[in-house]
């Protein structure tokens, strides 16, 4: 134990461990253990970095020394080295001697059992040194233990791996090293540049699918694949709302694959309005093949799932439309538009679109096109609407799920414009004739509000307003005291046609024992039509009879113009059994002169009012004073709303005469 | 009619998450509540002239086929003494304003006791809602019912619907306000509808959730605990919703 130094402390114990919590070293012990190792240069307070490299290089000056010394005794040693390699030489002779004596011994069991004359001379060996034959203890202890003629040994043939061989082993060998090597770095190569390629494909791909992500569509995994992405492009109240979806997958080019099964061809609603042998027709989304961004065949796919529901429920629709003139036609759905032109409705493929013709009536195409999604996508509102509100209780009955109006609506709108336009066109012609009377009369008229709904959305009201409730009030003014209210109103259930009310304006205006309006509603426009002329006849009777009482009996007329209704003086005219005709009687005579004014529809939109006289009573009566008889004064006067007027000669007069003129006040 | 219902409770501070995960399981937007809820217990006097049927099953006879919400009402209501409760709509703007609430539409709930299951099941109970217009004064109808006003309180919350079930999220407060002075009809319910922003909550106010399916057709019962237990299941991870203990929901009171 000359090498350990004097005065070194063992200690026993192992340098302390990090705590585990706090990975801290135990300082306290760590402080007492340099403190005793340290104990004769200053303990711990003395440690410093430059005191610690001071005392490694005393130490190494130390050991330069020592060297120095050994080399003083260097002869001393070398005759005990020499010593000590004779030792193990002699060890070395011994060790080879024992060696050959065990393998003499070996070779003798292996010859004894062919040569068994070997085994006594073997008994004895030479030795290495002096040739004095000793005894083989080993050989004899082999003999004691092991039987003889056990071990047997035989000539094999020899390997035929000769040198030549081996080196050409190796260098086969090498060789297929070098080209696995060689193949191994090529498939290394090959898996990089691959790996790059999809790297830069898969790039791409996530690339887009960011990008439809920020296009604002709801991306999910897809029910069936969970590890495919997809996208969703139905509508949330849609009747397709679980379809709508289409698997994003990376194409060949690292492009997305929309996959959106089987039946994804592109379609759209097409509206054809067909009037004489001309069709006008809407236009047509683009097409967008694979090739192009993903977001605008998303798009397509979203308006192809659109138009597919859209024509679904028009055709459910329109089965139970068939009384309003609605028909199938092979795909198409027909429906009257105006009169001379129909509506065909079709579902088409985008690629069979084709070049849509200027045509005059495209815009009123592409505005029904537009007003038929408009209208889809309020019943999907309206589904939202009954899907999120308080459900009502659970009940035996369901209700019957009604089918979408899409068409109803159209149909509601052509039924109240067309309302419309007659009363507009008899109303015109009426107050023309009146005009043309000598009667001031005017009308006005005013589309009325549609009710507010007060929770739909603006959207909502302005959609409902345009096809619910469409009313139009007519005020028509015939004569001061006498006017006609009439508010027509098309409601698209149960029948989609208009209705009218009369009402009397003033409510107590003479018509109101003369001709009163009918109480009820009126769908007829014809029995309309029919009252409002009526109207107009009983009211130019009140007026004759209401101007008499302003104005002075006239003089008896001239002769000279006998078309000219002869005036009558002295006696007044007065009300008869009909409302629309007054009477009076002549003085002296015993005959009465009716005078009945009609208002008539005639062609080409007009309106007349004819005057009609005649002499009811004794024939043979003559006028005094002229001779002629009082028979020959019967006649007819006519107004027309374009302007010219007609005597019962049935010559147009360019001279206009007033109904007061005709009745002689 | 039938009530059947499961009911969870969220904690305040897991509203928001709740919130977020019933939108897009009903892919609807919340539908805000905020109802005040009058108490009305009734007088001691009603119950001493009790016209109970003697007849067996004639109650679930007139639940069946009367037509007249008020009259199975009253035939509830003579066998045993439940709490009542007018319930009105209201909004953040009438917040300290002046309401009279006998001049106000208001829904009149009765509930009775759920009737007895066990944990495989729903809670299952009698509902009867009757809507009492303005022009009828709900006030006084109590009144005639011989009720009396006791207490108030305000349910704020969120509801979603999914399919036939209705999801509740809502939290309670009893309100401190004072009953005020008996008016002309005799009751004291407090013209002022209180401030709910004001009104102090517990440390510990949470939300209750309560998925509701009402049946009319006893028929259907069945299908509607099916479709319950079925949303149970679906919810089953974010929301655990459970049966509960009937008492928990006994609207009887003690005269």
Redesign the interface.
């Known amino acids: 134990m000359s090498s350990i130094p004097v005065g070194f402390t063992i200690s026993l114990r192992s340098w302390p461990a990090a705590d585990k919590v706090n990975n801290n070293l135990a300082l306290d012990s760590v402080v007492a253990r340099i403190n005793a190792e340290r104990a004769n240069r200053g303990g711990f307070r003395e440690l410093t970095k430059e005191r610690l490299q001071l005392e490694i290089e005393e130490e190494a000056a130390e050991e330069d020394d020592e060297s120095e010394e050994e080399g003083e005794d260097a002869p001393v040693d070398r005759a005990k080295e020499i010593q000590a390699t004779k030792v193990t030489l002699i060890q070395n002779i011994d060790m080879i001697l024992d060696s050959a004596r065990s393998a003499q011994s070996f070779a003798t069991l292996a010859l004894s059992k062919d040569m068994p004359q070997v085994v006594d001379s073997a008994r004895s060996s030479n030795t290495l040194l002096g040739g004095e034959r000793e005894p083989n203890h080993f050989w004899e202890h082999i003999q004691k233990t092991v039987p003889m003629k056990t071990l047997g040994m035989d000539k094999m043939q020899g390997s035929l791996v000769t040198y030549a061989r081996k080196e050409e082993n190796k260098s086969v060998a090498r060789g297929w090293k070098i080209q696995n090597l060689s193949k191994t770095v090529d498939s290394i190569l090959a898996a990089a540049t691959r790996l790059e390629t999809e790297m830069e494909l898969e790039t791409k791909y996530w690339d887009q699918v960011l990008s439809i992500d920020d296009g604002g569509w709801a991306m999910c995994h897809m029910q069936y694949e969970k590890h495919t992405l997809g996208v969703r492009f139905g509508f949330?109240e849609g009747a397709q709302r679980n379809l709508s979806m289409a698997a994003l997958r990376r194409g060949p080019d690292g492009d997305i694959l929309l996959d959106a099964g089987l039946d994804s061809e592109p379609k759209a609603i097409r509206v054809r309005i067909q009037g004489h042998h001309s069709f006008a027709s809407s236009s047509v989304p683009k097409l967008y093949e694979d090739g192009s961004p993903v977001q605008f065949r998303i798009q397509q796919a979203r308006n192809t799932v659109f138009a597919t529901e859209l024509w679904q429920e028009i055709t459910r629709e329109a089965r139970n439309l068939l009384d309003f003139g609605v028909a199938f036609e092979g795909d198409t759905v027909v429906c009257p538009f105006t009169p001379g032109k129909t509506l065909i409705l079709e579902l088409i493929p985008l690629k069979d679109s084709g070049f849509v013709l200027p045509h005059p009536d495209n815009k009123m195409a592409d505005g029904i096109s537009v007003g038929l999604q408009l209208l889809l996508s309020l019943a999907h509102r309206q589904n939202?609407h009954r899907?999120?509100?308080?459900?009502?209780?659970?009940?035996?009955s369901k209700p019957d799920t009604q089918p979408y109006s899409l068409i109803r609506p159209l149909l509601t709108r052509l039924n109240h414009q067309k309302s419309v336009e007659s009363m507009h066109k008899l109303i015109t012609s009426t107050i023309t004739t009146l005009k043309s009377t000598g009667i001031e009369a005017s009308y006005s008229q005013l589309a009325r509000a549609a009710p507010v709904h007060p929770n739909a959305a603006p959207t909502e009201r302005v959609i409902l307003s345009l096809m619910d409730r469409l009313e139009m009030q007519t005020k028509l003014q015939i004569i001061p005291g006498i006017g006609l209210d009439i508010i027509s109103r098309t409601d698209m259930f149960p029948i989609a046609s208009t209705i009218h009310k009369i009402t009397l304006s003033p409510p107590d205006s003479p018509l109101r024992d003369l001709c009163p309006p009918p109480e009820f509603d009126i769908d007829n426009w014809d029995h309309v039509e029919d009252y409002i002329l009526f109207a107009n006849s009983c009211s130019l009777a009140t007026y004759i009879l209401n101007l008499q009482k302003l104005s002075p009996f006239p003089s008896q007329s001239s002769h000279s113009q006998p078309s000219v209704p002869p005036s009558f003086s002295e006696e007044e005219w007065q009300p008869s059994v009909n409302p629309n005709a007054i009477l009076k009687h002549v003085k002296d005579t015993g005959v009465e002169k009716h005078l009945t004014l009609e208002f008539e529809k005639a062609p080409a939109e007009e309106v007349l009012c004819r005057a009609r006289w005649e002499m009811v009573g004794d024939e043979d009566i003559f006028e005094p004073g002229s001779g002629n008889k009082r028979g020959s004064e019967n006649g007819s006067y006519e107004w027309r709303s374009v302007g010219a007027n007609m005597d019962d000669s049935d010559e147009v007069q360019v001279v206009v005469r007033s109904l007061a003129e005709v009745a002689g006040i | 009619m039938r009530e059947l219902f499961l009911t969870f409770v969220v904690n305040d501070d897991a509203k928001d998450r709740s919130l977020n995960i019933l939108e897009k399981f009903c892919d609807m937007k919340s539908q805000i509540i905020l109802q005040r809820q009058l108490l009305w217990v009734p007088l001691p006097k009603r119950m001493q002239k009790k016209e109970v049927t003697k007849k067996p099953g004639a109650l679930a006879k007139l639940v069946e086929t009367s037509n007249d919400p008020m009259k199975v009402l009253e035939c509830h209501l003579n066998r045993l003494p439940y709490m009542l409760i007018l319930q009105y709509d209201i909004k953040t703007e009438q917040y300290g304003t002046e309401v009279d609430c006998d001049e106000t539409t208001a829904t009149l709930i009765w509930t009775d006791i759920p009737i007895p299951g066990d944990s495989q099941q729903v809670n299952d109970r009698d509902r009867v809602q009757i809507e009492i217009k303005a022009e009828d004064h709900p006030c006084s109808k109590m009144n005639d019912l011989k009720y009396r006003y006791v207490g108030e309180i305000i349910k704020d919350g969120y509801r979603f619907v999914h399919g036939n079930i209705s999801i509740d999220l809502v939290r309670t407060v009893q309100t401190s306000a004072t009953a005020g002075s008996k008016n002309e009809q005799g009751n004291n319910v407090p013209k002022i509808v209180p401030d709910y922003d004001k009104i102090e909550r517990q440390p510990e106010s949470r939300y209750v959730m309560s998925a509701k399916i009402d049946v009319e057709d006893k028929k259907l019962i069945q299908q509607g605990k099916d479709e319950l237990l079925a949303l149970q299941k679906e919810l089953q991870g974010s929301f655990n919703l459970k049966f509960q203990d009937r008492f928990l929901f006994d609207t009887r009171v003690r005269v």
Do not use: F, K
């Not at chain 1, 899907?387 to 035996?396: G, I, N, S």
């Open positions: 949330m939202h899907r999120t509100r308080q459900p009502v209780p659970l009940r035996a």
